[in-house]
């Protein structure tokens, strides 16, 4: 997993779908894109950045024109962090390109392969998810313990 969101991906997908963007801002367009408009702290959380380097990297892609501050219709003390339409372009190619890599490092796997793949990482995800969630009530050491 490691390797596969490395530093030189994001700039190989930069590079090659919106050149002017810079590659540690390839993360929080496609967590943004798969969110949707979401709080600062929340795609924060999510890329585990702090909040200050969060907010500059937002700042940076508002000054780009890829993303913009709007006022939360839940809670008009919050702000959330919203694509604009060329945001959404640059969005859409990322995913774009990451699946045709994607299905480049698959072509030779037969179908029972990327299946069982499939299978085995949407576990892992929601495996994931579910420490994620435990850790933040306090309770991911007692979750780590218990078998799958």
Same mark, same amino acid.
């Given at each position: 997993?490691?390797?596969?969101?490395?530093?030189?991906?994001?700039?190989?997908?930069?590079?090659?779908?919106?050149?002017?963007?810079?590659?540690?801002?390839? %993360?929080?367009?496609?967590?943004?894109?798969?969110?949707?408009?979401?709080? %600062?702290?929340?795609?924060?959380?999510?890329?585990?950045?702090?909040?200050?380097?969060?907010?500059?990297?937002? #700042?940076?892609?508002?000054?780009?024109?890829?993303?913009?501050?709007? #006022?939360?219709?839940?809670?008009?003390? *919050? #702000?959330?962090?919203? %694509?604009?339409?060329?945001?959404?372009?640059?969005?859409?190619?990322?995913?774009? *390109?990451?699946?045709?890599?994607?299905?480049?490092?698959?072509?030779?796997?037969?179908?029972?392969?990327? *299946?069982?793949?499939?299978?085995?990482?949407?576990?892992?995800?929601?495996?994931?998810?579910?420490?994620?969630?435990?850790?933040? *009530?306090?309770?991911?050491?007692?979750?780590?313990?218990?078998?799958?």
């Amino acid at each position: 997993m490691r390797r596969a969101s490395h530093d030189d991906t994001y700039a190989y997908l930069a590079t090659h779908t919106t050149p002017t963007l810079h590659h540690s801002d390839v %993360p929080i367009l496609v967590t943004l894109g798969c969110l949707g408009p979401s709080r %600062p702290g929340i795609l924060a959380g999510e890329l585990s950045m702090s909040p200050s380097h969060m907010s500059k990297v937002i #700042t940076r892609l508002v000054r780009t024109g890829l993303v913009r501050r709007s #006022t939360d219709p839940c809670d008009a003390r *919050a #702000t959330l962090v919203v %694509p604009t339409s060329a945001g959404e372009g640059a969005i859409n190619a990322l995913l774009g *390109a990451a699946r045709n890599i994607i299905n480049e490092i698959l072509a030779a796997w037969t179908c029972k392969d990327v *299946a069982q793949l499939t299978e085995l990482v949407s576990r892992l995800a929601d495996r994931s998810d579910t420490y994620r969630i435990a850790c933040r *009530a306090g309770d991911g050491a007692r979750l780590a313990s218990r078998s799958p």
